[in-house]
């Protein structure tokens, strides 16, 4: 499965790489924001169910017939209550036909994979990690291929947008037909007192969804309909940079939480504080070269993916690699708090940071635009992290070594950083892998524990397809 997620990463790089270079600036802003703006209304739509499909599936099989025709009735009545809200506030709006069309485009390739999220759960309470695995890759393939074809074809603006749209519905056909065929035949009727009961279990899940959603999403929609199109395509081109870096933490995260659950369970609380250190050294070891290598290589890496017109993203950028760190750390302390039994304070956390991004967006984007946006992004991860760091300091207590490593691990980015400003000139590649390199030697020369920690957490991985 982490290989899937990675290959699907490095998918949506190259396609956030074609369509940005496609579109122009100004008609990447306003394809990001119709994106943006319909997933952050369909979260309405998914409601968080799928999650109880997959807790309560998983736990009691003969359940997932039932569950599945109520939670596609769901999603079903859902999905057209909130397309219609959608197009009603574009209408309304005073957006240009162009973003009109964009959005009603996003709606539709929302429907469709607002259906597959429920089969993908499927795969996931039935344990076929393997199976999800293939049909993500599947997902991905399916739309590189489709938006290489448009744009090879110098298709119109339209067009190319509505790669995902017809990669979804394929790939929503692709899993109908496995339910249909191979799980569980369809049923008569739904009971529509069982899909009441469904919406309010998921109401939990619903609460942590929104609050991600809204936290990550709107700066981009506030910047839109304060701003310019513009300025909302340089913001999203620099802002889709965290989302490629998250990765890695998100791989990490994926270890972690099997095993924190378990020593939670055995009620190790020693082991639990020692593995919580190492936890800790290990995502200080990751963000600081990330944060380090992207500040210093951001001309390059936005020239790279986006090319020149881009440009005015470099500062933008070099902005948000400032929450880099608090973004890694988050990672870590939700999924601390989750194998806690804490995630109702989680998600309290995640409300107020999205309720903090609102205001500092409303506030500081009509006085300095994109970067009103980066900063209140930075300051909401902040706000997170200090809130998760409280509330697990009762747990997991900072010890002098954790100190000594990450200072040990700012000495090794800053050498490896001179070396990349030395070595400025070369090649984006081969100034990529001499910071890697160099930064790497730095700590072993340095004795960073992490770099033994990270071999070792990395061996204790799920199952990999």
């Given at each position: 499965m982490m290989f899937a997620n990675l290959f699907s990463s490095l998918v949506s790089m190259l396609a956030v790489m074609i369509l940005a270079r496609y579109l122009g600036v100004a008609t990447y802003g306003k394809y990001s924001f119709a994106f943006t703006f319909v997933n952050l209304f369909y979260i309405l739509a998914r409601f968080g169910v799928d999650t109880l499909f997959v807790r309560d599936v998983a736990r009691d099989p003969t359940l997932a017939k039932k569950y599945l025709q109520s939670i596609f009735y769901i999603k079903f009545i859902l999905s057209v209550l909130v397309s219609s809200v959608i197009g009603l506030i574009v209408l309304i709006s005073g957006k240009d036909i162009i973003?009109?069309?964009?959005?009603?485009?996003?709606v539709f390739s929302m429907f469709f994979d607002n259906f597959s999220f429920t089969i993908e759960a499927l795969y996931q309470s039935y344990h076929r990690i393997k199976l999800k695995a293939i049909m993500l890759i599947v997902k991905n393939v399916l739309a590189i291929a489709f938006l290489g074809i448009f744009v090879f074809m110098h298709t119109n603006i339209y067009l190319?947008?509505?790669y995902l749209l017809i990669s979804n519905a394929i790939y929503m056909w692709i899993n109908m037909v496995f339910v249909k065929n191979k799980y569980f035949p369809p049923i008569s009727k739904s009971d529509f007192s069982f899909a009441c009961k469904l919406i309010i279990a998921s109401l939990p899940f619903f609460s942590k969804m929104a609050f991600i959603c809204l936290y990550d999403r709107s700066d981009t929609v506030i910047l839109s309909f304060m701003r310019s199109d513009y300025e909302v395509g340089i913001y999203r081109a620099a802002y889709n940079f965290l989302f490629f870096v998250g990765f890695i933490p998100s791989a990490l995260a994926t270890v972690i939480f099997p095993i924190v659950s378990h020593m939670f369970h055995a009620g190790d609380q020693k082991r639990m504080q020692t593995f919580g250190n190492k936890c800790l050294n290990i995502f200080l070891f990751t963000a600081i070269p990330v944060s380090v290598f992207t500040y210093i290589l951001a001309p390059q890496i936005i020239n790279f993916i986006y090319s020149?017109?881009?440009?005015?993203?470099?500062?933008?950028?070099?902005?948000?690699?400032?929450?880099?760190?608090?973004?890694?750390?988050n990672y870590l302390y939700n999924n601390f708090l989750i194998g806690y039994n804490l995630q109702n304070k989680m998600v309290l956390f995640l409300g107020v940071g999205a309720g903090a991004n609102i205001f500092l967006n409303l506030i500081?984007?009509?006085?300095?635009?994109?970067?009103?946006?980066?900063?209140?992004t930075v300051a909401?991860?902040?706000?997170?992290?200090?809130?998760s760091f409280w509330a697990m300091s009762k747990y997991l207590h900072l010890n002098i070594k954790v100190l000594h490593e990450a200072v040990k691990c700012v000495i090794s980015g800053i050498v490896a950083g001179f070396i990349i400003l030395y070595f400025h000139t070369f090649n984006f590649f081969i100034l990529a892998f001499m910071a890697v390199a160099s930064y790497i030697v730095a700590g072993y020369l340095l004795k960073i524990d992490a770099i033994h920690e990270t071999i070792s957490l990395l061996r204790k991985a799920p199952e990999k397809v």
């Open positions: 973003t009109k069309i964009l959005v009603a485009i996003a190319v947008s509505a020149s017109k881009y440009i005015a993203a470099v500062d933008v950028l070099r902005v948000l690699v400032l929450a880099i760190p608090f973004i890694y750390l500081c984007i009509p006085i300095w635009g994109y970067y009103g946006a980066a900063w209140s909401s991860e902040l706000i997170v992290l200090a809130l």
